[in-house]
């Protein structure tokens, strides 16, 4: 078990790579009653075309890691979310374009939820029978997405920024696509992306490191898998420009919504790279367009935007984007409001006043959520599978600099990298 320090956050985590190649971290926070545990593997929406070791690279349909989630959770005897819930947990599941996490939390009985954690995620259960029923309540779900104007107008904004990157697909899926699932190539893609040395066990709350490391290892030692070789992901070659300038779709909405998305034209960033770049970006997105900036305060005044309105930036390897919109009246007046405001913070920068507000802001935020073991349980596997440390990031927000946050900013915002995304409302008779 190898100890790691963390003494700028005051935090200890523990560590062991088992046998089987399954990474286990514990991190107790003395004093807290809640205990989150994630098992986590990686594997996501974008993992489309993958090969194991010298084999030849198979395509699978779109959204069948999204499909496996579902389909986890039912085993021979029933309902796993019983069990928990008969344990007094509180279990979950999501699928992101990278991962898929299961995870529960508890306050009592933690060491028996872990091993029905463990085993249900270890167990697949998949027949004809049961992958069938299973498309036509995968296909409700994409149809009730449709309708979901939030869900319309950022995925048809990273639909409108990527040509042939599986990031602008659905995590679902298409109908089309998921009825070409059958029970074999969900065992196939169960038995790749699923095999312990893809994935990472997380224990953070009022546990003890040994003893969750006790139950672990019995109960990996009790289970046999095979060598996995090492995976590998498959991309189509990505243009550099956007797909589509601007992409509109009506929906029955009391207001318009509309975002902004400005593409990465640098990609392949990894490990600390990728994570100083990140923390960069968010910061330059707060100090330029948070609640507290003039170009915020000037498009609420106008009555362009209101408390909906939002960035983010989402970066990988393999793709990078920011995104930035809301509800708004006037869609194309907030579009032009925000061209003109980029343009003149292009121009002068971003002053030092609302540079060290903002890295004020995040690093307080950031020390927040290590209060969280919510928190903390869904952030730290998302930067482990990208060869980073979430308890890096303090250090990289106070290493920032105004001359870093002002680079950046006049290299990510080129209007030819700019797509639009907008729901309007739906005209009288439609």
Not at 83 to 98: E, K, L
Not at 103 to 121: C, D, G, K, R, Y
């Amino acid at each position: 078990m190898e100890t790691l320090q963390y003494p700028n956050v005051q935090e200890t985590l523990y560590r062991e790579v088992l046998d089987n190649g399954l990474e286990v971290i514990v991190l107790p926070k003395e004093g807290f009653q809640k205990t989150y545990a994630t098992f986590s593997t990686k594997y996501g929406s974008v993992d489309n075309v993958f090969a194991v070791g010298v084999e030849e690279p198979k395509r699978v349909p779109d959204g069948i890691a999204h499909f496996l989630e579902h389909k986890m959770f039912e085993e021979p005897e029933g309902d796993i979310f019983a069990v928990f819930a008969s344990q007094g947990a509180s279990a979950n599941a999501y699928t992101t374009f990278d991962r898929t996490v299961y995870l529960f939390s508890a306050t009592e009985q933690i060491h028996a939820n872990l091993e029905t954690l463990i085993n249900f995620v270890q167990n697949p259960y998949f027949t004809d029978a049961n992958v069938n029923k299973e498309k036509g309540i995968i296909e409700q779900e994409i149809n009730m997405y449709r309708d979901n104007a939030d869900w319309r107008v950022y995925f048809g904004l990273i639909d409108a920024l990527y040509h042939t990157h599986p990031v602008h697909i659905d995590i679902a899926g298409t109908v089309e696509s998921i009825y070409q699932i059958d029970k074999e190539t969900l065992y196939r893609c169960y038995e790749t992306f699923y095999h312990p040395s893809n994935m990472l066990l997380f224990v953070v709350g009022g546990v003890d490191a040994e003893e969750v490391f006790r139950l672990v290892r019995s109960n990996q030692a009790a289970k046999s898998f095979k060598p996995q070789g090492e995976i590998k992901r498959y991309f189509d070659s990505e243009p550099v420009n956007v797909k589509i300038p601007r992409k509109v779709v009506e929906l029955p909405v009391s207001l318009p919504k509309c975002m902004l998305g400005f593409k990465e034209k640098r990609v392949g960033l990894e490990g600390e790279a990728l994570l100083r770049h990140e923390v960069t970006s968010k910061l330059m997105l707060d100090a330029l367009i948070g609640p507290s900036s003039k170009l915020y305060q000037s498009l609420y005044e106008q009555n362009l935007i209101s408390d909906s309105f939002g960035s983010e930036y989402n970066s990988s390897r393999d793709y990078a984007f920011s995104v930035l919109g809301g509800d708004t009246p006037d869609p194309d007046a907030l579009i032009q409001g925000l061209r003109d405001g980029i343009a003149e913070a292009i121009r002068n920068g971003i002053d030092s006043e609302s540079f060290e507000r903002s890295k004020r802001k995040k690093i307080g935020g950031y020390l927040r959520m290590l209060n969280s073991p919510e928190s903390i349980a869904g952030e730290f596997t998302r930067y482990r599978f990208r060869d980073s440390d979430m308890f890096d990031v303090l250090k990289c927000y106070e290493a920032c600099t105004l001359d870093e946050v002002n680079n950046r900013l006049r290299e990510h915002f080129d209007f030819e990298q700019l797509a639009v995304s907008i729901v309007e409302k739906s005209k009288p008779g439609e």
